[in-house]
């Protein structure tokens, strides 16, 4: 096993460790928990990092080196490694653990799959020609921010769901513990601000390459046709908050139906023929 692959799948289990003590902190409300979630979690970033560097030297090695971020291995890696860089600096500027039991988790699950999943090549491949272009890192980097921003709007919108069940389960104590449903509204608007962003570089970066490698801006390719309709969904989240001052519940909700849209851009569209079929 090449020594990155390695590296990347122990950061599974630093993963899995880090999530483990989010969950305590926030069930238990035991601070004692919470920096050590953090500094597992900073520490599996770093060793993340390293290995995502380490992979990209050894891409150069074997004569065919490119960014680390052209297969479904390197995508679902580099998807974890953003959930968990976004979370962290979220973290550090609400100066806030809670939402790290309902985010951390996904990093985890991304790195799993990636790392066990007998379906996942891990090995450094070629770049196929429709790869071979400068755009690719900008493309995937500015989409997978944004799908980062919005896995934390979605654990910020189950959070906000669960804080709205407080009073009918009294008999459920770590609900007091989570923030006010007013903060975590503010949160999930922020984020998906962010997400928005980002995905919507993403699709015009996409749009420049695909006329670069194709000639043509846009081809109703299935990924790209589920990229158009999870930006209107936050979209119309973002207009029917400034127009019609939705907030709250409905915008917990949408935060939840708007991921299910990403996974499935993510993930779903592999199982259709199209131009993105190679992820």
């Not at 890696?77 to 609400?94: C, S």
């Not at 000639?215 to 790209?224: A, I, L, N, R, V």
């Amino acid at each position: 096993m090449i020594i990155n692959t390695t590296i990347l799948s122990w950061v599974t289990f630093i993963y899995f460790g880090s999530a483990i003590f989010y969950i305590f902190r926030t069930v238990t409300g035991k601070e004692f928990f919470g920096p050590l979630a953090s500094f597992i979690a900073l520490a599996g970033l770093i060793a993340q990092t390293f290995g995502l560097i380490l992979r990209w030297f050894e891409s150069y090695k074997m004569g065919i080196g490119h960014a680390p971020l052209s297969n479904l291995y390197e995508s679902l890696i580099f998807f974890a490694w953003t959930i968990v860089l976004l979370y962290l600096i979220v973290e550090w500027r609400i100066k806030s653990r809670n939402l790290g039991a309902f985010v951390i988790p996904f990093a985890f699950l991304s790195m799993a799959f990636a790392s066990f999943s007998p379906n996942v090549n891990s090995r450094i491949q070629p770049l196929i020609p429709a790869l071979q272009s400068n755009w690719l890192i900008s493309h995937v980097i500015t989409c997978f921010f944004g799908y980062a921003a919005f896995t934390i709007a979605c654990g910020l919108g189950f959070m906000y769901l669960l804080k709205g069940l407080e009073k009918e389960q009294s008999s459920r104590p770590f609900l007091r513990f989570l923030p006010g449903r007013e903060v975590l509204d503010e949160l999930t608007y922020h984020s998906i601000v962010i997400g928005f962003i980002f995905l919507t570089l993403g699709i015009i970066t996409g749009s420049v390459w695909a006329y670069s490698a194709w000639g043509s801006y846009w081809s109703w390719d299935p990924k790209e046709t589920w990229s158009l309709v999870t930006w209107f969904i936050y979209a119309a989240m973002l207009h029917s908050r400034f127009v019609s001052g939705w907030r709250g519940k409905r915008m917990a909700i949408m935060s939840l139906i708007g991921f299910a849209s990403v996974l499935f851009t993510y993930f779903g569209v592999n199982y259709l023929p199209g131009l993105h079929s190679y992820f």
